[in-house]
């Protein structure tokens, strides 16, 4: 028998400059801070009773290098926003804040924006 898994708890991500993903993920992206471990970790959670955190990142060692698409790994990480006009708001903000959009898509059942956070994970 395999395991049932409910849902995908959190993503932990190692940062470049833990300073500038925070500010990314808190006032472009509105991601509540709601820990810090003072070890060089931080956590947000939109909502804390529904899961203590949906993101965490960490401080990544001196000289590590950045992603690459084209290797094997992690391709991007979606969230959920609640309408259109959220998505829309969501377009603006991006831009008005200088984020690398990479594209954007009608999957059908869902509208998307694919963009990367400053370390150029998709998100």
């Known amino acids: 028998?395999?395991?049932?898994?409910?849902?995908?708890?959190?993503?932990v991500l190692r940062v470049k400059d833990l300073e500038r993903s925070k500010r990314f993920f808190t006032e472009i992206l509105g991601l509540p801070l709601v820990g810090d471990?003072?070890?060089?970790?931080?956590?947000?959670?939109?909502?804390?009773?529904?899961?203590?955190?949906?993101?965490?990142?960490?401080?990544?060692k001196d000289g590590s290098r950045l992603?690459?698409?084209?290797q094997v790994g992690m391709e991007h990480v979606a969230y959920e926003l609640g309408s259109f006009?959220?998505?829309?708001?969501?377009?603006?903000?991006?831009?008005?804040?200088?984020?690398?959009?990479?594209?954007?898509?009608?999957?059908?059942?869902?509208?998307?924006?694919?963009?990367f956070d400053p370390d150029g994970n998709m998100l």
């Open 1 to 11: 028998m395999p395991i049932r898994i409910k849902r995908t708890g959190h993503l």
């Open 37 to 60: 471990n003072g070890k060089g970790m931080l956590f947000f959670s939109p909502d804390v009773n529904e899961n203590h955190h949906l993101l965490a990142i960490r401080q990544a």
């Open 67 to 70: 992603p690459d698409p084209e």
């Open 85 to 115: 006009a959220d998505l829309q708001e969501a377009y603006r903000i991006l831009k008005a804040n200088g984020v690398k959009i990479h594209h954007m898509v009608f999957h059908g059942i869902t509208k998307s924006i694919y963009f």
